[in-house]
């Protein structure tokens, strides 16, 4: 949020396109948060940080380490908002082109495509962990997590790299260190769950 704002003063232009990422973030987040409270959860608040937003659960986590079929559902619902908004946005622009209907496309493809990562508490990463917590329980599931997450972490770093993307590089070093608290988290929480 904070980089969105100091980026409007820095270029005004991007005010409209901005609004559109926005307002694609809050699609994306109250999907899971309906879904939650659909399933019996009590949201607390939904978190906006400078790389985008997180629907927050009120207990510590067990109850969704409990019901993983239910951490599948709450995961998923934010990628599915994300691919409806691209093809509405996709639908518009080809009735009416414009900027910013494109940038509605871009920003609910990237979304989806960066939340899919299998990277834990990634939306990716929480569809996998409550499937294979499911499957196979929820130790497996959470050394699965841990071994996808740090897979995906170095593959997304490793072409950022290559590709010369350095603030793809710098938003990988955040997502390693949320992914390393949360996984120290879950642990925690599968062990007395
Ligand atoms: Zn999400």
Same mark, same amino acid.
């Given at each position: 949020?904070?980089?969105?704002?100091?980026?409007?003063?820095?270029? $005004? %232009?991007?005010?409209? $396109?901005?609004?559109?990422?926005?307002?694609?973030? +809050?699609?994306? =987040? @109250?999907?899971?948060?309906? /879904?939650? +409270?659909?399933?019996? %959860?009590?949201?607390?608040?939904?978190?906006?940080?400078?790389?985008?937003? !997180?629907?927050?659960?009120?207990?510590?986590?067990?109850?969704?380490?409990?019901?993983?079929?239910?951490? /599948?559902?709450? !995961?998923? !619902?934010?990628?599915?908002?994300? +691919?409806?908004?691209?093809?509405?946005?996709?639908?518009?622009?080809?009735?009416? $082109?414009?900027?910013?209907?494109?940038?509605?496309? @871009?920003?609910?493809?990237?979304?989806?495509?960066?939340? /899919?990562? $299998?990277?834990?508490?990634?939306?990716?990463?929480?569809?996998?962990?409550? *499937?294979?917590?499911?499957?196979?329980?929820?130790?497996?599931?959470?050394?699965?997590?841990?071994?996808?997450?740090?897979?995906?972490?170095?593959?997304?770093?490793? *072409?950022?790299?290559?590709?010369?993307?350095? *603030?793809?590089?710098?938003? /990988?070093?955040?997502?390693?260190?949320?992914?390393?608290?949360?996984?120290?988290?879950?642990? =925690?929480?599968?062990?007395?769950?």
């Amino acid at each position: 949020m904070l980089f969105m704002g100091l980026f409007v003063i820095w270029q $005004p %232009f991007m005010f409209v $396109p901005i609004l559109v990422v926005l307002a694609s973030l +809050l699609m994306h =987040e @109250y999907s899971h948060v309906w /879904m939650a +409270l659909r399933l019996g %959860f009590r949201v607390s608040h939904v978190m906006v940080h400078p790389f985008g937003a !997180a629907a927050m659960v009120e207990d510590d986590g067990t109850e969704m380490v409990r019901r993983p079929k239910a951490e /599948m559902a709450v !995961a998923v !619902a934010g990628p599915l908002m994300s +691919l409806l908004c691209a093809l509405c946005a996709l639908l518009i622009f080809r009735a009416w $082109p414009s900027v910013t209907a494109r940038w509605a496309v @871009y920003a609910n493809v990237g979304m989806f495509l960066f939340n /899919m990562l $299998p990277i834990y508490p990634m939306d990716g990463g929480r569809i996998l962990n409550g *499937f294979v917590s499911w499957a196979f329980g929820r130790k497996t599931a959470f050394w699965a997590a841990l071994a996808f997450s740090a897979a995906a972490w170095l593959a997304a770093a490793l *072409f950022f790299i290559h590709a010369g993307w350095v *603030f793809g590089f710098a938003v /990988m070093g955040l997502v390693a260190w949320i992914s390393f608290v949360s996984l120290a988290k879950l642990r =925690e929480v599968v062990g007395k769950a």
